[in-house]
């Protein structure tokens, strides 16, 4: 969801602003202040501190990530949830994982081709109408006086992570997606 | 039908086309798409996009795992 070097602002920017509202909705106030100041990050990221670049791969190097992955597996998978714990993991988590996601370069030396963009329009296409659907439940169900009538994605997940192997299972799919957008974004 | 029952169907219904859409595109010999790796592999070398993705999927977590759902 980026526009391309012509235009400094990230679509990202927009799809946080519209979640950040949503969770104002919601009456979230933990999840606004999430979206509203990672969507500022992404902003000024593409912007003011556009030519500040990290050293991320040296963190992302080697067997770093291996190890860094199979600790929080033994550390989120096998313990409660919401507990001060999880908070603790979480809140030194997010600085690790936005240096290692700024990394040395801001945009591709190749532009898209044809293929490219299809694709992205395509995948585009799918998550919006996705997200429009998720965000639709999510207004009913508090509109409605009905529980449950129009549940959203965490209402029907929820459930299967009260199982300790739905909660396992949940953790490691999640953690391998956060490997694979770590390796592969700092590529 | 109830309410219940078309929210789900909607979600189950945009996963089926997710993955059809991924399924014939896996191999990147489809004439007009990438496969999502090939397009991921491209986007990620946008700051933006690695930021925002990397931030969402910290809120998963953060959401299931330290945060209570609401129902």
């Given at each position: 969801?980026?526009?391309?070097?012509?235009?400094p602002v990230s679509l990202w920017v927009a799809a946080f602003a519209l979640t950040a509202a949503l969770q104002i909705f919601r009456g979230a106030l933990e999840d606004t202040i999430i979206f509203v100041a990672g969507g500022l990050l992404i902003l000024l990221s593409t912007n003011v501190l556009a030519k500040i670049n990290l050293p991320?791969?040296?963190?992302?190097?080697?067997?770093?990530?291996?190890?860094?992955?199979?600790?929080?597996?033994?550390?989120?998978?096998?313990t409660p949830r919401?507990?001060?714990?999880n908070?603790?993991?979480?809140v030194l988590l997010l600085p690790l994982v936005l240096f290692m996601a700024w990394g040395a370069h801001s945009e591709p030396v190749r532009q898209l081709t044809k293929r490219d963009r299809a694709t992205r329009?395509?995948?585009?296409a799918w998550a919006i109408v996705m997200c429009l659907w998720e965000?639709?439940?999510?207004?009913l169900g508090q509109l409605s006086k009905v529980p449950d009538a129009f549940p959203t994605?965490?209402?029907?997940?929820?459930?299967?992570?009260?199982?300790?192997?739905?909660?396992?299972?949940?953790?490691?799919v999640w953690l391998l997606v956060g490997y694979y957008l770590l390796k592969a974004g700092i590529k | 039908m109830s309410t219940h029952a078309i929210t789900v169907g909607g979600y189950l219904v945009l996963l089926a086309l997710g993955f059809v859409l991924w399924f014939t595109t896996r191999t990147d010999a489809h004439p007009r798409l990438t496969s999502l790796s090939k397009m991921f592999e491209h986007l990620l070398r946008y700051r933006g996009t690695r930021l925002g993705l990397i931030i969402f999927w910290w809120w998963l977590?953060?959401?299931f795992l330290v945060n209570v759902v609401q129902y």
């Amino acid at each position: 969801m980026q526009n391309g070097s012509r235009h400094p602002v990230s679509l990202w920017v927009a799809a946080f602003a519209l979640t950040a509202a949503l969770q104002i909705f919601r009456g979230a106030l933990e999840d606004t202040i999430i979206f509203v100041a990672g969507g500022l990050l992404i902003l000024l990221s593409t912007n003011v501190l556009a030519k500040i670049n990290l050293p991320s791969a040296k963190l992302t190097a080697g067997s770093n990530l291996d190890w860094a992955g199979m600790i929080l597996l033994f550390a989120l998978a096998f313990t409660p949830r919401h507990t001060f714990f999880n908070l603790g993991i979480f809140v030194l988590l997010l600085p690790l994982v936005l240096f290692m996601a700024w990394g040395a370069h801001s945009e591709p030396v190749r532009q898209l081709t044809k293929r490219d963009r299809a694709t992205r329009f395509a995948w585009s296409a799918w998550a919006i109408v996705m997200c429009l659907w998720e965000f639709s439940a999510n207004i009913l169900g508090q509109l409605s006086k009905v529980p449950d009538a129009f549940p959203t994605i965490s209402v029907l997940v929820d459930p299967i992570l009260k199982l300790e192997l739905g909660q396992a299972g949940f953790v490691v799919v999640w953690l391998l997606v956060g490997y694979y957008l770590l390796k592969a974004g700092i590529k | 039908m109830s309410t219940h029952a078309i929210t789900v169907g909607g979600y189950l219904v945009l996963l089926a086309l997710g993955f059809v859409l991924w399924f014939t595109t896996r191999t990147d010999a489809h004439p007009r798409l990438t496969s999502l790796s090939k397009m991921f592999e491209h986007l990620l070398r946008y700051r933006g996009t690695r930021l925002g993705l990397i931030i969402f999927w910290w809120w998963l977590g953060w959401h299931f795992l330290v945060n209570v759902v609401q129902y």
